[in-house]
């Protein structure tokens, strides 16, 4: 009954019944994921998506963010996942390593301006969406993650079936169907992490989670517990679930406050660090850097023990490249994970006198880095909370700027006034279309 | 390197060097698969894709075999995949239960009408791309489908990727790639059998597998270790795996001539149970069946365990109905799985009098039917090797009058006969356009 029980608490939720300070905060990562979808919308793995749709001949059904071209609903569900995950810039919820929103908003935006969704509407399937998404990866957590599985997409294309279902307006039934239909999709390896097969994993769970609501609402049954089943979800993708947290405490308590946003362009992990560098290169000129000793949760090398890549970005999975990028620049950004900037002498340099200090005391947002100067001295930098972190949020202030940072080079600065006001007020609008057309530069 | 050098041994095996029984042997899995996707080809689930995909506005690039729509390549392979598995009646690869044709024949057809290629570089990417499937599949069997992985599926959507990177063209590192973003949406699981998403599992495999040619033919890189990494394909949808068999014996052993041919339209493990009940409809008059004692191996009851089927398509999963139909109809294809024939009140009344004694001693092609009369004498019958097996296979004659019967519904005699020759010859075909042309009714 895990799977049913899950359909009706949704089905259960109207939108006003949803706590306020829970809509504010998926509003949060309605305007975090359209910064960072505008931000990646002409990076080289859209550009292949673009030219495939084109090769297809695919229709022009909906708005692709930040780009002149549209296509239908499930290719503009692809390329706006990519989009918003291509420079790993996009949120995320901590404790199981999550990027949620890349999977389920591309999936609201293109039905809900599909259907003339209100933006009230779009919301509600949006939160609902994420929640199951969010839930599900909880009752698998650990060791789901651990195993190689990409929880971003195998448990993302469970919140993007619902989501989709919910503006749908599918029933009971429809929607057990469709968390069926997507559970034998379920797919994503962290073995791809690091190359630009990665890069589609949230786009990709979106559209096949919209394609199994739309197969559901057209009659297509599926096993009725995909979840619980002795060869279901639970059983095949973690060696130890509890699915009892699916449905625990729904409506009183909400994963999708625990969404953070992230200041720098790559794996949260690394966050910490980039702080730490980020304060020692205010510190120490460049020319006085000997050596940087990292001590790091086990989490950091399991994830980014990437020896030598070969591309800026691979480099985001180097903690010894990042760690040289932000001291040197004082930032992690887009620009930072260029090839040129990341291969520059100065990081290579610095690169090969990082060395790293795997401490299980250590949190995962904290870090300390320790220089030791070219004439050995040493300054040390504590991070106990990475910024973008639970504890240390990134403020509504810094994510407005850094929606600027992203939009503003490709858009018009009224343009994107406007789209952070509409942003502001999402559930007021009555449709999502002049929002969706000002992500379009004129 | 088992990835690359499986992708090696693909680039090593030229048309001309495979060996002529294996050629014919193709072209009889090309028989049979055209004959099951026209037959199948107005299935509810087919119409239901039609329906999506006329809402999302696909362009009309290539055939839909058996029907006047056309879509475009991907959608056009994930309905002639759907439509060739609807009934059960396609092939097997008995070894491993594996599905290869209806997963690899639609990207060859929905590429090759696309590219205008020749019969022989079709035949010779289905061949090559069928090699891999069959073989990665034998390298994870049997814990892969013990655990729960529909195996037609997550190995045929590699097999598919090197099919359709073969017709594009591609070279070893994209080869390499489109594995990789093959293997990253490896799924489809055992939990879905008896309900109608299992019907699409082959189409969305070969739908994947061309996507990740088609984007490695982009420039999308990827992991280059998708089979052995330590977080790769072996590791995580098996608990047992030889990676070894990927290319053992490559070029001297084919896995494609184990492929066997399926007189009747339900999974391969029930076909000894149906001959030997068809042997006993002719011996004994209906009036007189008191019960049925059936003994198989274990895998019977694993695969076919449902006790209370809701609909036709159910109770193919189910021995008693399925020894119950054989029985009274001597024969189990598409006319036995309607809902009205399979829950026909003397198909009922006999399915409560079937037992099943599970016999590990008992051949997987193998069984032991006996039936009590109502004046209980017994009549027993025994099957050594059932039809269709390695050992007892469909002959051509065979082959070519399932065709007559799937196809003879909806197309003219002439049409028939046309397609039976050009598939006989179809390496000498120029194009396939006039193949596919007559699988659609005037």
Same sequence: chains 1, 2.
Avoid at 213 to 230: H, Q, T
Avoid at 300 to 310: A, C, E, G, I, S
Avoid at 311 to 318: D, F, I, N, R, T
């Amino acid at each position: 009954m895990i799977t049913q029980r899950l359909v009706q608490d949704c089905l259960d939720t109207p939108f006003d019944s949803i706590p306020r300070d829970v809509v504010e905060h998926a509003k949060r990562c309605i305007l975090n994921w359209m910064s960072v979808a505008i931000g990646g919308s002409r990076h080289a793995s859209v550009e292949a998506f673009i030219s495939m749709k084109d090769e297809l001949g695919t229709s022009a059904q909906v708005t692709i963010l930040g780009r002149p071209e549209r296509a239908d609903l499930l290719w503009a569900t692809l390329i706006n996942g990519t989009s918003s995950h291509v420079h790993d810039f996009d949120d995320t919820h901590l404790e199981t390593l999550n990027h949620p929103t890349s999977v389920i908003a591309p999936v609201v935006f293109a039905l809900g301006e599909y259907l003339n969704s209100s933006g009230a509407a779009i919301l509600h399937a949006f939160i609902l969406g994420m929640e199951a998404d969010l839930r599900i990866g909880n009752s698998v957590s650990p060791s789901h993650f651990d195993s190689g599985w990409h929880i971003t997409s195998t448990t993302g294309v469970f919140g993007a079936a619902i989501a989709a279902g919910i503006l749908l307006g599918l029933d009971e039934d429809e929607l057990v169907y469709a968390l069926g239909i997507a559970g034998t999709q379920a797919s994503g390896l962290v073995e791809m992490l690091g190359t630009m097969t990665k890069l589609f994993h949230p786009g990709k769970a979106g559209q096949n989670g919209l394609w199994a609501a739309m197969l559901a609402s057209r009659g297509i049954e599926s096993s009725r517990r995909i979840l619980e089943s002795d060869r279901g979800f639970a059983r095949l993708y973690s060696s130890e679930s509890d699915l009892g947290l699916v449905s625990r405490h729904w409506g009183s308590s909400w994963e999708l406050s625990k969404i953070a946003f992230k200041p720098y362009a790559c794996g949260i992990v690394l966050h910490p660090i980039i702080d730490a560098c980020i304060e020692l290169g205010r510190k120490v000129p460049d020319s006085e850097v000997g050596a940087l000793v990292i001590t790091v949760n086990p989490y950091v090398t399991t994830l980014t023990d990437k020896p030598n890549p070969r591309s800026g970005l691979e480099a985001k999975y180097s903690v010894r490249y990042v760690a040289a990028l932000a001291f040197y620049d004082g930032d992690a950004s887009v620009a930072q994970f260029t090839d040129a900037r990341a291969f520059a002498p100065e990081i290579l340099a610095l690169v090969d006198r990082v060395s790293i200090v795997v401490d299980e005391s250590v949190q995962e947002d904290e870090t300390s880095v320790r220089l030791i100067t070219t004439d050995g001295k040493l300054v040390e930098s504590r991070v106990k909370h990475a910024t973008g972190s639970i504890d240390n949020p990134m403020t509504d202030e810094a994510l407005i700027a850094k929606f600027r940072k992203l939009a503003d080079p490709s858009l018009g600065r009224d343009e994107v006034d406007a789209l952070i006001e509409d942003v502001l007020r999402f559930e007021a609008l009555d449709t999502i279309h002049q929002l969706v057309a000002n992500t379009v530069a004129n």
